[in-house]
Structure formats: structure tokens, C-alpha cells
């Protein structure tokens, strides 16, 4: 089965049914899907699934469904502390209907990801958020590039460790940008909103950037995915990076403003 360009091998049995909706003399395909495997990414550089199930959805406007099923993930220097699920809608409205046992909720596509909400790990810092892995052609180029986008993204940037009000370091709250996934590693960079408090010694307010990059090698891409456009120019690492703009530092009863770099 070919969705999306990618190839979903198992097996598959098919029915018939009418439409939920009782104005509509639409029917509806459904494909249960058992024993499946597949890949997004390269052969070094991506994820897959094998003996995935679960249910599609076949109508006039396209194919919806999701698939659970055992993970390899294969990325250089990143790793999830949680389940992948593959996602899919060919078409470009939102799913909400149950199918059977299985609730269908799935956003306006076209899209095809695998999808993950937790921990994420590179370069031994933890961001917590939304994760989709998914591939994308770049405009520019016409090449097919493997790519991790990010959403709703926290990150603390520990500087002493502590708790509570003895805790050091800085907050990415909000973040949300993408990763270009490779053989040697990933690179992109997370916008957001930082708070910062060192011991009681100053405070940092303001907009961050966190570039991350795990290679040797710099990064210029620019694709579009949801309706949103993710410019990535990120220079050759390997680094772990916030930098600032509009942030205002507070010590001892005054204000400084500027850009920052940490």
C-alpha cells in the first residue's frame, strides 16, 4: 500500500460502511491493517515500524488513519523516551470519528508522521514537548529531507543543579521549530520565550533561540510543513546554543537590554 510516497507492506482486510453523518450517501472504506512495516528517513538516518496494526480510512476525500506497532529508532545522538505512533491524512480536513473501538481524531493534512509526546534527548539535554518525525521536499532543491518537528517544547538549561528556588540555569517555555535528521546527526533550531533566574543574582526575560547541532557540518534549509515555512540556517557544530534578542537582564534594581548569546 503507497500513501504519502511511502510504501506500508503487511496485510490488509477491507469493508463497507455508510457515512456517520446520515445526510451523507458517502461510503466509507476501512482497511484494518495487521503485521505492517515500514520507514520514514534513510536506512541510517530515520525510524521504522514493524508489525504495525491499526485502522484506515478511505473516503472520496482521501485516506486517514493511524498505526501502532514496534519502534526502531535510528538517529545519531537522539533518543525518545516514548511511543511513536504512525499518522496519516491524505486529505485536507480534519478526521473525528469512531471507527469500531478506535477513536479517530486526526487534524487537516495532507500529512504522513510518526508521532511521540514526552521526552526527547540530545547532547544529554532533555526537551519535553510534541515530536513528529516526518519527510518533506524542499522547494528550493527538490530534495527529500527527513525531518523532527517540535511543538509546545520545554527545556530547563541547568546551570547548578537544585530545586525550587536553588535551582540555576534557564527556561525555554513555548518552543517550537524543527531538526533536519542525517547520518551524522541533527541540526535546527527552537524558537520561544525564556525565563531565567541565577540564584536570586539576576533574571533574563526575553525571545530565545535554541540552535542545536550534533555535526561538523553547517545547515541552510528551508521547507514548509502544516503551512508554515521553517527557514533553518545553522552553523557547523557540535553545540548546544541560546541565543537571545530583545532580552532584558535584571540585577541589583537595573535593566539591561540586547542581545544574548550562551
Request: one cysteine or more; proline letters at 2%.
Amino acid at each position: 500500500l503507497s500513501v504519502s510516497g511511502q510504501t506500508l507492506s503487511g496485510d490488509f482486510s477491507f469493508s463497507q460502511e455508510s457515512a456517520t453523518d446520515s445526510e451523507s450517501l458517502e461510503k466509507i472504506l476501512l482497511l484494518a491493517a495487521s503485521g505492517v512495516n515500514l520507514s520514514l528517513g534513510s536506512s541510517d538516518a530515520g525510524i521504522g515500524i514493524s508489525d504495525g496494526s491499526g485502522i484506515l480510512r478511505v473516503t472520496g476525500g482521501g485516506l486517514a488513519g493511524s498505526l501502532t506497532g514496534t519502534v526502531a529508532l535510528d538517529i545519531p545522538g537522539v533518543s525518545f523516551d516514548n511511543d511513536f505512533t504512525i499518522a496519516m491524512n491524505t486529505g485536507p480536513d480534519a478526521v473525528s470519528e469512531t471507527l469500531g473501538a478506535v477513536a479517530l481524531e486526526l487534524p487537516a493534512g495532507p500529512f504522513f508522521r510518526a508521532e511521540s509526546s514526552g521526552r526527547m534527548t540530545v547532547m544529554g539535554q532533555d526537551l519535553r514537548g510534541s515530536f513528529a518525525i516526518e519527510t518533506v521536499v524542499e522547494e528550493a532543491t527538490g530534495e527529500q529531507l527527513t525531518v523532527i518537528v517540535a511543538d509546545g517544547v520545554e527545556v530547563i538549561f541547568e546551570a547548578e543543579a537544585g530545586t525550587g528556588e536553588d535551582s540555576t540555569g534557564m527556561l525555554l517555555r513555548d518552543g517550537y521549530g524543527a531538526f533536519v535528521v542525517s547520518s551524522a546527526g541533527v541540526a535546527g533550531e527552537l524558537n520561544g520565550s525564556i525565563k531565567a533566574d541565577f540564584v536570586g543574582a539576576f533574571e533574563v526575560d526575553g525571545d530565545l533561540s535554541l540552535m542545536i547541532n550534533t555535526t561538523n557540518s553547517s545547515v541552510s534549509r528551508e521547507f514548509t510543513l502544516g503551512g508554515r515555512i521553517y527557514p533553518l540556517e545553522v552553523a557547523a557544530g557540535p553545540y548546544f546554543c541560546f541565543d537571545g534578542t530583545n532580552v532584558s537582564i535584571d540585577a541589583l534594581g537595573q535593566r539591561i537590554t540586547g542581545d544574548l548569546s550562551i
